[in-house]
């Protein structure tokens, strides 16, 4: 009940993609709610997911906003007021401290590849970008001839727990089972990934293919039945590279 009204409260106050906002790191929270306890470190893991998915960190104290207006209001139904100025500084200050450390912390202990899934990173898919804007500008070609961005976007609204986190490391096998060519494949969101292909004739039914095996995937866990059909599309290559790293971070928040 608690999870449900916080993020009733948080897409009122204005989260941006109801889709992303059921980290696992806010059931720990809940949790820790629930039972009382210390909420500065579950709310430091979470700022830091945030700042990891892509929220601002506008929008990631406006959620933490919303959540102390959820356990200080006794009203079951109906919606809460969120006041961004009323949690108390304990609270925003974890929140907004590990968000910051994620968001600019050092860029050299960085990972190239997520632990779960062993997909790369966004910031891996960023450099693998900068590499095919330099080659198309050699060869004279728009990057958008040369290369594909295949973009798998699952509804994990509806998910909560392990086999949220289960769910996209499904996605990371069927994907590397069918671009098993060399092509970078990223894990851009909670419930986001993407591949990063040369354009060629097979590259249609590869994709066909990965949107099928996905959702074979996905029937081993019957919690994951509003998951079973993921959707793909194909995002065109924006004209310079400063573009598609503002479409990807564009991507990874869908």
């Not at 139904?77 to 961004?84: H, S, V, Y």
């Not at 354009?199 to 079973?228: C, H, N």
Request: glycine share 8%; hydrophobic share 45%.
């Amino acid at each position: 009940m608690l999870r449900s009204r916080w993020r009733t409260a948080s897409i009122a106050a204005g989260w941006r993609f109801p889709s992303d906002w059921g980290v696992p790191e806010v059931d720990a929270v809940c949790l820790s709610a629930v039972r009382r306890g210390d909420l500065t470190g579950v709310l430091s893991q979470l700022g830091r997911a945030r700042a990891q998915a892509g929220a601002g960190l506008d929008e990631t104290l406006t959620d933490l906003a919303a959540l102390h207006a959820v356990l200080t209001t006794n009203a079951l139904d109906g919606l809460i007021a969120t006041d961004p100025d009323a949690a108390p500084t304990p609270l925003v200050r974890a929140a907004a401290l590990a968000w910051a450390e994620a968001s600019f912390g050092d860029l050299r202990s960085a990972e190239a590849t997520d632990n779960l899934t062993n997909m790369t990173t966004q910031a891996y898919l960023r450099t693998r970008l900068g590499e095919v804007y330099r080659q198309s500008a050699r060869l004279g070609l728009p990057a958008a001839e040369t290369h594909a961005l295949l973009v798998v976007t699952l509804d994990l609204s509806t998910v909560t727990g392990w086999p949220r986190l289960m769910a996209m490391v499904l996605v990371a096998d069927a994907l590397r089972e069918i671009f098993d060519g060399g092509e970078s494949i990223a894990l851009l969101g909670p419930s986001v990934a993407a591949v990063l292909s040369e354009r060629d004739p097979g590259f249609g039914d590869r994709a066909l293919s990965a949107g099928w095996l996905i959702t074979e995937r996905l029937k081993v866990d019957p919690q994951l039945e509003p998951s079973r059909r993921p959707a793909l599309r194909l995002e065109r290559l924006p004209a310079t590279q400063e573009e598609a790293r503002d479409l990807l971070q564009s991507i990874s928040r869908a």
